[in-house]
């Protein structure tokens, strides 16, 4: 089909696109009838499956109840406030507050706003520089565009934020002298507990204890983005909780809702509300149009009992162990030269000469969906209602391919 709709990530010179619509669990379908394993959860998101009529329901109830209203001073609704409440019982922190928007790129780019405001409120202005990782990616706003550690994706944007350092993706002592040249200047660190769009990265062990002594040595917040990794993605309910580690700060997105209705947010720990809270006086002068939006906040808190309901997040580490299993595998039968993951997400690099892009065609053709990372990585990342049969056949569609060369 031709398209007059702009794409993002997309040539814009290319108008011909797979059209998918309808899904069912861990299916998709496209406008010929072709069903295709959705091995990357669509973005990354479809936890609780595609075509959930228990989630359509809860949403229509709410919509005819109350479609939308902002909350700005003095307005909140019910559904807001309670998965506000639920989402601060299942993170790390003791007595958290939680920010809504509607975008991953939206909630990174408030948690760097919260934290060079908290450190202003706090008696401490000169403390604006965010330090990120090489490989990070954090949305595509300005701010995360600004840290992004996907190079490609900064460039051609003009001037982006400043007071941003990005620092080797896995090397301890380059963060160190970061912390050692800039420590008294230094915001916040943000890192993904599984580098995703890269082509899945686990941090290595230890490394994220390491970011939380440098930043409790020198009073900067620890911000984990986990647009990909919350809400059961790595077997729990945050990656913090998966790698032991608890940070200031926790973006989110995409699962919460299972991508049924955008909504993302920002978990603020106790030493962020801290500094927000600093000044009686002080006025939080950012938010979005649709935070805490109604029907949004009713998907997250259907999308959360679901997963409560059928064990999904046990069934995260399941997927994990039959999924690495069979791409090790492969590996051993020298079809790939790594396999990286951890839970139900995980990334493979093919050997130099092949075509990642070219490779995933012919996978979709097989019917399965995986995804290019050039330059030479696919990620999978499927729902956790999918089936062990359907798992096999990912592991299978790439053998096939990749030894049909």
């Known amino acids: 089909m031709s398209s007059s709709f702009l794409h993002p990530f997309t040539p814009p010179r290319k108008t011909e ?3 998918i619509v309808r899904g069912e669990g861990a299916l998709v379908f496209d406008e010929e009838g072709n069903d295709y394993i959705d091995g990357m959860a669509s973005l990354w998101y479809v936890n609780v499956g595609h075509g959930r009529e228990d989630v359509a329901e809860a949403i229509a109830a709410q919509a005819k109840q109350l479609a939308a209203y902002h909350t700005f001073d003095p307005f909140t609704n019910p559904p807001a406030e309670e998965l506000a409440a639920k989402i601060a019982a299942l993170s790390p922190f003791e007595h958290p507050r939680v920010f809504f928007g509607s975008s991953g790129s939206e909630a990174v780019d408030t948690a760097m706003k919260i934290a060079r405001i908290a450190h202003r409120e706090a008696g401490r202005p000169e403390r604006q520089i965010i330090v990120s990782r090489e490989r990070g990616y954090h949305g595509t706003n300005y701010g995360g565009t600004s840290i992004q550690g996907i190079a490609p994706n900064r460039e ?3 001037p982006l934020v400043p007071g941003v350092v990005n620092v080797a993706a896995d090397d301890d002592e380059a963060m160190k002298r970061v912390f050692a040249e800039h420590g008294d200047e230094i915001a916040a660190v943000i890192t993904e507990p599984v580098q995703g769009a890269s082509g899945v990265w ?5 490394y994220l ?3 939380r002594d440098l930043c409790d040595t020198y009073g900067a917040y620890l911000i984990f983005d986990e647009v990909i990794t919350a809400f ?9 909780q998966f790698y032991g580690v608890t940070p200031d700060i926790i973006t989110f997105a995409k699962a919460v809702t299972s991508g049924y209705v955008p909504l993302s947010g920002v978990i603020l720990g106790e030493s962020a509300m801290a500094g927000l809270e600093a000044n009686e006086g002080f006025v939080l002068r950012t938010g979005y149009t649709y935070s805490a939006h109604p029907v949004a906040c009713v998907a997250g808190l259907k999308c959360i009992e679901i997963q409560e309901e059928e064990g999904l997040l046990a069934r995260a580490t399941a997927i994990g162990e039959r999924l690495g299993a069979g791409l090790r595998a492969l590996q051993d039968e020298g079809l790939l030269i790594d396999v990286r993951g951890e839970g139900a997400i995980w990334g493979v690099s093919v050997p130099a000469e092949v075509d990642v892009v070219a490779t995933r065609n012919a996978i979709l053709e097989e019917g399965v969906i995986v995804r290019p990372v050039p330059l030479n990585h696919l990620a999978m990342c499927p729902p956790l209602v999918i089936t062990d049969e359907q798992i096999d056949k990912i592991v299978s569609s790439i ?4 030894t049909a060369g």
């Open 399 to 402: 053998r096939k391919v990749l």
């Open 202 to 206: 686990p941090a290595h062990d230890g």
């Open 156 to 158: 051609g944007f003009g």
């Open 17 to 19: 696109f797979l059209s």
């Open 209 to 211: 204890s390491h970011l």
């Open 232 to 240: 059961g993605r790595l077997g729990e309910w945050f990656g913090s």
